[in-house]
């Protein structure tokens, strides 16, 4: 296959999941490298300054709430952001079962709606053509509460989904692999490890 390189001089990142998987909880355990035991329904978008990223590089971090937004916002949210991270928990398998079932199909078809518009340079548009596919994150949350790992699950999907970077499993609660769900998602954009548009003639 052949590799993008990435000269972004920003990174957006965009947390969606099933409600009450924790989406609000990290990016708030994140920001204040403390577990809020109270969350509104979805954080107000935030961005870090370069000088604090691993990257060095300017993040945004955008909350998704169903309960505040509708699926077009959505949509338009998916476009706008260089990686989703899809938050399951890490106790609730319907959440894990979701992101086959829901999450990427979804992701999928938003991104294919508005390939041709979306892309930035010619190596971008080139790769529409071939089915470009936005770099995925998936996060397991509440790892607090189980004393298991749901890794096992999440290979198995990483099989079938290429667009899938990298898996974590974190905890807003105990901030465990916080900063490093985080930094997955910026290293997908910046240093994506495989290509992030399928050849039709890939081997
Ligand atoms: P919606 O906004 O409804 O989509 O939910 P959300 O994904 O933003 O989840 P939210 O952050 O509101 O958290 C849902 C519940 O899970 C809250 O009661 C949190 O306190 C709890 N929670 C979040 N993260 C953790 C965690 O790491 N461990 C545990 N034990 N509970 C958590
Ligand atoms: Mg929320």
């Given at each position: 296959g052949?590799?993008?390189?990435?000269?972004r001089?920003n990174?957006?990142i965009?947390l969606?999941g099933d409600?009450?998987v924790g989406?609000t909880?990290?990016i708030?355990?994140?920001?204040?490298?403390?577990?809020?035991e109270?969350?509104p329904p979805?954080?107000?978008?935030i961005?870090?300054p370069a000088?604090?990223?691993?990257e060095?590089?300017?993040t945004s971090?955008v909350?998704?709430?169903?309960?505040?937004?509708t699926?077009?916002?959505?949509?338009?949210?998916?476009?706008k952001?260089?990686?989703?991270?899809i938050?399951?928990?890490?106790?609730?398998?319907?959440?894990?079962?979701?992101i086959?079932?829901?999450?990427?199909p979804?992701?999928?078809?938003?991104?294919?709606a508005t390939l041709?518009?979306?892309?930035?340079?010619?190596?971008e548009t080139?790769?529409a053509?071939?089915?470009?596919?936005?770099?995925i994150?998936?996060?397991?949350?509440k790892i607090?509460?189980?004393?298991?790992?749901?890794?096992?699950?999440?290979?198995?999907i990483?099989e079938?989904?290429?667009?899938?970077?990298?898996?974590?499993?974190?905890?807003?609660?105990?901030?465990?692999?916080i900063s490093?769900?985080?930094?997955?998602?910026?290293?997908a954009v910046?240093?994506p490890?495989?290509?992030?548009?399928?050849?039709e003639?890939?081997?």
């Amino acid at each position: 296959g052949q590799y993008t390189v990435s000269t972004r001089k920003n990174v957006r990142i965009l947390l969606v999941g099933d409600a009450g998987v924790g989406k609000t909880s990290l990016i708030l355990s994140l920001v204040s490298e403390e577990y809020p035991e109270e969350v509104p329904p979805r954080a107000e978008e935030i961005t870090i300054p370069a000088n604090v990223t691993p990257e060095q590089v300017p993040t945004s971090i955008v909350d998704f709430s169903s309960v505040e937004q509708t699926e077009e916002t959505l949509g338009l949210e998916i476009n706008k952001a260089h990686v989703v991270c899809i938050v399951y928990s890490v106790d609730d398998d319907d959440s894990l079962d979701r992101i086959t079932s829901h999450w990427l199909p979804l992701i999928r078809s938003k991104c294919n709606a508005t390939l041709e518009g979306d892309a930035e340079t010619e190596a971008e548009t080139e790769a529409a053509g071939e089915g470009l596919r936005k770099p995925i994150v998936l996060v397991g949350n509440k790892i607090d509460l189980i004393d298991y790992s749901t890794m096992d699950s999440v290979l198995a999907i990483m099989e079938d989904f290429p667009e899938i970077e990298s898996c974590v499993e974190c905890s807003a609660k105990t901030l465990h692999n916080i900063s490093e769900m985080f930094y997955y998602a910026q290293k997908a954009v910046l240093h994506p490890t495989s290509p992030l548009y399928i050849m039709e003639d890939q081997e």
